[in-house]
């Protein structure tokens, strides 16, 4: 009652956390008209985390905190609630079946009955030092008939659930919370990366035909394959643009920042496009002199890595099961999406349509010139997602209006102290 209270008198601002490996990206926003309105935006470079894993809590707290109070100062607004994004390699996922018997005789399936069928899957799991992080259903069957989407107000004896899970390693997942937690900032829910870039990338159409959304950031590369409008397999790969990186650093013999400035003005992943004698010139390991090296070696350098990326989301897709289904073909996003040739050799080697995800202006209010870039897919799609729940019936009845925010941000002073 009090939260469709709320829900009428006004929507609440939120802010969602995209913890990536290179940056820390966070967002304010409410909802406006009919879409998101883009408040405050908040960019720190990431700290104590690789592959998507805390690995340093204060390093992480501070990279957090930093892009948070950015966005917040650009709002002029406290937020109400906060979501944030999870991906790394501590996270599995998989599907699952359930089923309750609703009458012998048959009866109409409410709401209570789809709620009571998902819990039983979940009731089932017997997940050792785990956190269930999403469980969403993918497909209802009712008696003989399959393949359901919303069995609400079906009569049937039988109820079953398809059910697709992600969980995360407790510890990783206490780490990952423990770095907003010192930072003053209470998470209200946690997306899993690729679920989240769906949503800003991802049409309904390309959900319901097939489409495998792969977002390459820069330490992860993130695979969730949509069909019949549900996710039925995603996974995180330990690998993404800072490997490439990497590699060109050690083969020029530079440091990671020339490296990264060679790959993304100089790189390309069609090295034999690229004559012998095109020349770059590059800072050595002591940044006290320029060498010259040749251009096609960098891009033979980055066409190597890029290919093993490939083949790594090539082997995802085939264990998916899913790779004669998808007709949407995939989506690439994330920032390492925007290496030059990537698409196109991934389209001339997997046979697949391929583009690449930007998030979809029109779903947002205002200028975000700025945010239409691959590697802000995830958090534009948090931010959808989480202006959207607010506002979804079926989450409603579980939010409780917002206590000013004074809640989520209770801690922040003591933060501040710690300066
Ligand atoms: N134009 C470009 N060409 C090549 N690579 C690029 C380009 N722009 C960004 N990148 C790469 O994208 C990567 C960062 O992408 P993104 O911001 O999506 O990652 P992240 O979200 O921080 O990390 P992750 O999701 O893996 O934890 C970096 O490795 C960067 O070098
Ligand atoms: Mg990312």
């Not at 601002?13 to 940056?23: L, S, W």
């Amino acid at each position: 009652m009090k939260a469709l209270w709320y829900r009428q008198t006004l929507s609440p601002v939120v802010a969602v956390v995209d913890v990536g490996t290179t940056k820390v990206c966070t967002l304010i926003g409410k909802k406006g008209g009919e879409g998101v309105e883009i408040l405050g935006v908040g960019l720190s470079s990431s700290q104590g985390i690789r592959k998507g894993k805390v690995v340093d809590v204060a390093r992480a707290t501070r990279a957090i905190w930093e892009s948070f109070a950015l966005a917040r100062e650009v709002a002029g607004e406290d937020p109400e609630m906060i979501y944030a994004s999870i991906a790394g390699d501590f996270m599995s996922s998989f599907n699952l079946e359930n089923e309750i018997l609703l009458s012998k005789s048959g009866r109409e399936v409410n709401r209570r009955d789809l709620e009571k069928v998902v819990e039983g899957a979940r009731n089932s799991l017997k997940l050792s030092e785990s956190r269930i992080v999403h469980i969403i259903p993918q497909e209802y069957q009712l008696d003989d008939q399959k393949g359901i989407a919303d069995p609400r107000g079906m009569i049937g004896s039988k109820l079953k659930v398809k059910v697709h899970v992600v969980a995360a390693q407790e510890n990783h997942y206490h780490n990952f919370l423990k770095s907003f937690s010192d930072a003053g900032l209470e998470v209200r829910k946690i997306v899993f990366q690729p679920l989240a870039s769906a949503v800003a990338v991802l049409s309904p159409m390309e959900k319901e035909i097939g489409t495998a959304l792969v977002d390459i950031g820069g330490g992860t590369t993130d695979l969730a394959i949509f069909y019949g409008g549900s996710v039925r397999f995603s996974q995180v790969l330990p690998i993404g643009g800072e490997h490439i990186t990497s590699d060109l650093a050690i083969g020029l013999r530079t440091n990671k920042e020339e490296a990264e400035r060679i790959k993304v003005s100089q790189g390309s992943v069609f090295s034999r496009h690229i004559r012998q004698d095109e020349m770059l010139e590059v800072k050595d390991l002591g940044l006290s002199s320029l060498q010259t090296v040749s251009r096609k070696y960098a891009c033979e350098i980055i066409e190597a890595r890029a290919k093993e990326i490939l083949l790594m989301i090539g082997r995802g897709i085939r264990d998916s099961g899913f790779f004669h289904s998808l007709r949407g073909g995939i989506v690439l996003t994330g920032g390492s999406s925007l290496l030059d040739g990537l698409s196109e050799l991934f389209s001339s080697v997997s046979n697949f349509p391929i583009r690449i995800g930007y998030p979809e202006s029109k779903n947002f209010v205002g200028n975000i010139q700025t945010l239409q870039n691959p590697m802000f897919a995830a958090a534009c799609g948090l931010l959808r997602q989480a202006v959207n729940d607010f506002f979804d019936q079926e989450t409603l009845v579980s939010l409780e209006p917002p206590n000013a925010g004074k809640r989520i941000l209770g801690k922040i002073k003591d933060f501040f102290m710690m300066e």
